[in-house]
């Protein structure tokens, strides 16, 4: 006879089928003779295993794709978003526009990122002839250290890390968003959740501390939309240019199927990667002395040319009020007819800066602002789209007096 689970509030997503919440396994470790060195443990008498604390059985990819599956507007939207992106990045859309992922650090309230969604919809209609808007929808948090590591890993931001919950509210999320017609980014921070979400994606990140992993060079040769690598947070370019050159190759390596099966698996090589210039601990990278240089570090390495520029991080010297400051720099190099910069990358939020988790955790919590790095708010966001617009006018308007010999 199957045992009878308690009836999950209304509003909860969760499996019930699975034994995460009901069933798990309470375990009293014990003392370890290097306790000296502040271990505790429960299996030193087996080989493996040792600081285990419990495996809890995780949704297979196609079942949750199943029960939140893509609408046809969400998959128009996500299709349409690549094609452009694409054309973008390699210097063939005829409009010459701009790329711009604009939207929050990482997403912790869903009803709230809808609702900038809705903001930012009319922003992407208004410069839909300049600019290529796609809202930044991060779920994972990379940390230097500790700390709460996105929506997908700990939903309820309380510890309880039911992931199983984060990742059908992230499904449902990115469904909602796309089926608006507003195409996503996401970083790509493991190997295992774009199997949920990667065909509701039309631009993919990999971050400053894992772009020189091997795993998610792997990763980005088998993903279906562009992928950009950012430098180190040393302020490395090169491990960024060989990524791009190990993701344009073709790999086999183990993963998880839709089934969540394990698998060998072979990829034939993504030719849609790109550079993302984030600045690092050396100094920024985003003005014209610096964006020449890579620009003659990609074309000896015979890497694609055109580069992102991220407003936030290292260039914004971890100050979310310089990222204006770097859009209005990337702005001056566009009007002057720099066609290398192909898109530009923007923290923002509905309100502006940071807030801590409180005490009494998310109840607590301001609306509209980042629990992750500091955003700009919505009106200082309007501003630096309506300055990268008009650069992006003027550019257009040069290269075709230069083209018509004027």
Not at 173 to 198: C, H, N, W, Y
Not at 230 to 246: E, M, P, Q, V, Y
Request: charged letters at 25%; glycine letters at 8%.
């Amino acid at each position: 006879m199957l045992e009878t689970r308690p009836t999950l509030k209304t509003g909860e997503f969760e499996d019930v089928r699975l034994p995460e919440r009901y069933h798990r396994p309470k375990i009293t470790p014990s003392p370890c003779p290097n306790a000296w060195i502040g271990c505790i443990c429960t299996r030193r008498g087996v080989g493996a295993d040792w600081f285990l604390l419990q495996d809890n059985p995780l949704t297979p990819p196609d079942l949750l794709q199943h029960e939140v599956p893509q609408t046809p507007a969400s998959k128009t939207t996500v299709i349409q978003g690549r094609e452009e992106a694409v054309q973008i990045l390699h210097g063939r859309d005829p409009q010459k526009r701009l790329l711009v992922v604009v939207g929050p650090c990482s997403i912790h309230d869903p009803e709230a990122a809808l609702a900038y969604c809705d903001r930012l919809l009319k922003e992407k209609e208004k410069h839909k002839n300049e600019l290529l808007i796609v809202m930044r929808a991060y779920l994972e948090k990379p940390r230097t250290t500790v700390g709460w590591k996105g929506l997908i890993n700990d939903p309820d931001i309380d510890g309880s890390f039911q992931i199983n919950k984060g990742l059908r509210i992230s499904r449902d999320l990115f469904v909602r968003l796309t089926e608006k017609g507003m195409p996503i980014a996401s970083e790509m921070l493991d190997t295992i959740s774009p199997q949920f979400l990667a065909d509701l994606l039309s631009v993919g990140a990999i971050g400053a501390r894992t772009t020189e992993s091997q795993l998610h060079r792997e990763l980005a040769s088998g993903l279906s939309f562009p992928v950009g690598f950012k430098n180190g947070t040393d302020g490395s370019l090169d491990i960024a240019i060989d990524a791009i050159g190990a993701a344009r190759g073709e790999h086999h390596f183990l993963s998880v199927t839709k089934p969540g099966v394990v698998a060998i698996v072979g990829t034939t090589g993504n030719e849609d990667c790109f550079v993302i210039l984030r600045g690092g601990k050396t100094g920024t990278n985003y003005d014209a002395k610096s964006i020449a240089t890579v620009k003659e570090r990609l074309a000896k390495t015979n890497t694609q040319g055109n580069l992102m520029v991220d407003c936030s991080h290292g260039n914004s010297e971890k100050n979310f009020r310089n990222q204006p400051k770097v859009a209005n720099a990337i702005a001056e190099q566009l009007a002057v007819g720099e066609t290398a910069i192909v898109g530009v990358m923007i923290e923002s939020n509905i309100n502006e800066g940071n807030q801590k988790v409180p005490v009494e955790g998310r109840s607590g919590l301001k609306y509209g602002v980042s629990i992750t790095d500091s955003c700009l708010g919505w009106d200082d966001t309007v501003a630096v789209l309506d300055v990268l617009a008009n650069s992006v006018k003027e550019r257009r308007e040069l290269l075709s007096k230069q083209t018509n010999g004027q």
